[in-house]
């Protein structure tokens, strides 16, 4: 849970709620997807993320870990489904359109899959990064195995694929929240809902995608709120809470969400919840 929660588009039987997808990129942007910052600073810290760099972000968001990685000098590239998120991506990394860079170090932020991001004569990347974290969510494992199946082969041998989870339930303060405001929703199908986050869930995908694990470390990543407003806001900008949306109504999700969120606000009305987030590296064979 995107950046940062693990974000899920999910269907089901009833009418999608309505919503700004725009206000609600910008809240992503905004508000919640700077909250796993600690996490993308550590990856790129034990990688010794630079220069030397080719890096691909797996659902990239609105940009904000890729253009950490730049700041650094890495080339970067990054792949999402949400076209609202990807165009402040593109506000973020190429604010002047690009003139002044470039052909080959231009960032490239593209809707669709990891093959659409690749150029055709650019080296191999050295670094795959899916920021992203499962676990939490039945399904989610799956979804990240899926794009692991077409970023690998864009990877050059022995290049890192960082993968990110939740810590258990629990050190994740967020984790009650997520359970008690989902609650009204019913799992789409082949979905499922809520579950316990698994110790293995990160080895067990790279498994799956033939990786080979090459260590791995725990993140503290406090959510940090301005007001539970904010909060709010920022909790539901990741998409989770639509199903239970589409359930019942908006105002009732709001008013079970600030009411999960009453335990983590302080005295001053900022609300604060701990969490730890573990991550993964892996070797490309």
Known sequence: MTPTLVRQHLTHAGAAPRVDRRARARDWSEIQERMLVPLYEAVYERLDVGPATRLLGLGCGSGLALLLAASRGASVAGVDTCEDRLALARERLLP?????????????????SPADAA?????????????????????????????????????????????????????????????????????????????????DDLERVAERAGLRPDGSGRVAC????????????????????????????????????????????????????????????????
């Open 119 to 199: 150029r055709a004569d650019a080296p191999a990347y050295t670094v795959v990064t899916a920021f992203e974290p499962i676990g939490c969510l039945a399904g989610d494992a799956e979804g990240l195995a899926g794009l692991l199946a077409e970023a690998v082969p864009l990877a050059a041998r022995g290049a890192a694929v960082v993968l990110a989870g939740w810590g258990p339930p629990e050190r994740c303060a967020t984790a009650s929240v997520l359970r008690v405001a989902t609650e009204p929703a019913e799992p789409p199908p082949g979905t499922g809902g809520w579950r316990p986050t698994g110790r």
């Open 96 to 112: 002047d359109g690009g003139a002044t860079r470039t052909a080959r170090a231009e960032p490239r932020v593209v809707h669709g």
């Open 222 to 285: 406090p959510f940090g709120y301005a007001d539970a407003d904010s909060a709010v806001r920022g909790l539901k900008s990741t998409g989770l809470f639509d199903p239970a949306i589409a359930a019942t109504d908006r105002e009732q999700v709001d008013k079970e969400l600030a009411e999960a969120l009453h335990p983590y606000q302080r005295p001053d009305g900022t609300v604060w919840m701990p969490n730890v987030f573990r991550y993964l590296v892996a070797r490309v064979p």
